[in-house]
């Protein structure tokens, strides 16, 4: 099984930074496509980023391309920090953030395999 808890969500003033993380924890030791959708309110979930098994692809949608971040560090045997650094925010970036993983190279934006609570990020004027 893989478990994944995000932090880092919170009130921000428009235009600021946030930085949202992703503990992944797994029984056994692999390598995971990492991805942030968000879903707010009354409107259908959305994507963010993604970050490839691999690493050698970085996708973002275009809502945040130049102001989000997607990246992973592997803290240790079994476990991945993944993180988005949300720069210049916007009050239609406040949503629920998800943290996704799959141990495929290209999942389908609406089958990754592992899904966290979610964070609630708000963005204010």
């Known amino acids: 099984q893989v478990q994944l808890v995000e932090s880092g969500g919170g009130l921000v003033q428009a235009g600021g930074s946030l930085r949202l993380s992703c503990a992944v924890a797994?029984?056994?030791?692999?390598?995971?496509?990492v991805a942030w959708f968000r879903q707010a309110s009354g409107k259908e979930r959305e994507f963010v980023a993604a970050?490839?098994?691999?690493?050698?692809?970085?996708?973002?949608?275009d809502s945040v391309k130049g102001r989000f971040t997607i990246s992973r560090d592997d803290v240790r045997r079994n476990t991945v920090g993944v993180h988005l650094q949300m720069n210049n925010v916007k009050p239609e970036d406040t949503a629920v953030y998800y943290c996704?993983?799959?141990?495929?190279?290209?999942?389908?934006?609406?089958?990754?395999?592992?899904w966290g609570q979610g964070t609630q990020v708000i963005v204010s004027l």
């Open positions: 996704a993983v799959d141990q495929r190279e290209s999942p389908p934006r609406n089958a990754w395999a592992y």
């Open positions: 797994a029984h056994t030791f692999d390598y995971y496509s």
């Open positions: 970050l490839s098994r691999s690493g050698r692809r970085t996708v973002y949608g």
